[in-house]
């Protein structure tokens, strides 16, 4: 799987949007962008993914770059519930889930 | 729809013990996946199980083994238990086909800590 840089923390104001920005300059064809992300004390929790095209669901936003070197979570309204750890994964996609490579993730912190 | 459930939710351990942790995958799914998370330090994948069978590990000793029933649920062993094995151990359960390409999401547990004395 492809490695990923992520910025080590960011902060945002409740009700802006949160934007979290993921490189992985060395991504192949066939392997999908991920999110996750942990709030304190619980498992992982699915966000969003996507291969090539921007993606949009009840949570979050997903924008890949044309070249698909890098790419951006977008939380369009932030709330202090959103305060936890975000994981960005390269993997191939497809049945059986394999495993994931978590990196350290960027730390999110929503200001009141 | 229960999630996936995983028991029990904190244990403590001498070096050398043994440990069996286990996990109920979310209903429907027959995939189970475990992970280790360091304090400080996103998930490592240990293993899978699918079909009773491994399908698939990371980088961890024989010390780590598991085991799949028929129900799908599944146990994590830790043997000859030491200080760096404490940890919260994560179960993850996700559908065995090309479903799952639609979605690409893991269901994970709240996970078991495991503290090594």
């Known amino acids: 799987d492809a490695k990923t840089t992520q910025p080590t923390s960011m902060d945002c104001a409740e009700g802006r949007a949160a934007n979290l920005p993921c490189n992985h300059s060395?991504?192949?064809?066939?392997?999908?962008v991920y999110w996750y992300r942990q709030i304190h004390s619980q498992g992982p929790q699915y966000i969003i993914h996507?291969?090539?095209n921007n993606e949009t669901n009840e949570m979050a936003s997903l924008i890949i770059t044309e070249d698909r070197k890098s790419s951006t979570l977008i939380l369009p309204h932030a709330t202090l519930r959103d305060t936890a750890v975000y994981y960005c994964?390269?993997?191939?996609?497809?049945?059986?889930?394999?495993?994931?490579?978590f990196g350290k993730g960027t730390h999110l912190i929503i200001q009141p | 729809d229960a999630g996936v459930t995983q028991s029990p939710t904190h244990l403590i351990k001498t070096r050398g013990q043994q440990v069996t942790l286990r996990c109920s995958p979310k209903?429907?799914?027959?995939?189970v996946s475990w992970y280790q998370q360091a304090l400080g330090q996103g998930p490592q994948f240990i293993f899978q199980?699918?079909?009773?069978?491994?399908?698939q590990r990371g980088n961890f000793p024989d010390r780590f083994s598991g085991h799949q029933f028929p129900n799908y649920s599944s146990e994590l062993n830790v043997n000859a238990l030491l200080l760096g094995d404490s940890a919260l151990y994560l179960c993850?359960?996700?559908?065995?086909?090309?479903?799952?390409?639609?979605?690409?999401?893991?269901?994970f547990g709240e996970g078991s800590r495991l503290t090594v004395l």
């Open positions: 996507g291969l090539k």
């Open positions: 994964i390269v993997r191939v996609g497809g049945g059986g889930a394999d495993g994931l490579t």
């Open positions: 199980y699918y079909e009773e069978e491994e399908r």
């Open positions: 993850a359960s996700s559908l065995f086909t090309r479903k799952s390409l639609r979605t690409g999401e893991l269901f």
């Open positions: 209903s429907g799914h027959d995939t």
């Open positions: 060395t991504i192949s064809g066939n392997e999908y």
